[in-house]
């Protein structure tokens, strides 16, 4: 069974960074895209950054390209989420997700099979 655990989250001042890591369980990286979003009080789901498995293609939203970048290890089964210079509209609960069909990454979570719980990231001074 596939399962995905976020972690990293937490209060951070503007301009700060954080890195959250998503730890895949019950499939290899080799077999996943796996895409980040995050949901903020009263919004819908955002497609925030996405990284395929095939080739390791990233993509990004807009308002985040420039200050976020996605990475995987194969060895530790992971994927992080590097946020720099983060903003007050960054806070949110941020969700790893996979996708089990062999295509490239897309932000748009109808396309993932598999969620984690999330975790919260509160940008404020």
């Known amino acids: 069974q596939v399962q995905l655990v976020e972690s990293g989250g937490g209060l951070v001042q503007p301009g700060g960074s954080l890195r959250l890591s998503c730890a895949v369980s019950?499939?290899?990286?080799?077999?996943?895209?796996i895409g980040w979003f995050r949901q903020a009080p009263g919004k819908v789901r955002e497609g925030v950054s996405c990284?395929?498995?095939?080739?390791?293609?990233?993509f990004y939203g807009d308002s985040v390209k420039g200050r976020f970048t996605i990475s995987r290890d194969f060895d530790k089964n992971t994927v992080y989420l590097q946020m720099d210079n983060l903003k007050p509209e960054d806070t949110a609960i941020y969700y790893c997700?996979?996708?089990?069909?062999?295509?490239?990454?897309?932000?748009?979570?109808?396309?993932?099979?598999?969620w984690g719980q999330g975790t919260a990231v509160d940008v404020s001074s």
């Open positions: 019950g499939v290899t990286l080799h077999l996943r895209s």
């Open positions: 990284i395929s498995r095939q080739d390791g293609s990233t």
């Open positions: 997700a996979a996708d089990e069909a062999f295509r490239q990454c897309a932000l748009d979570p109808p396309y993932y099979d598999y």
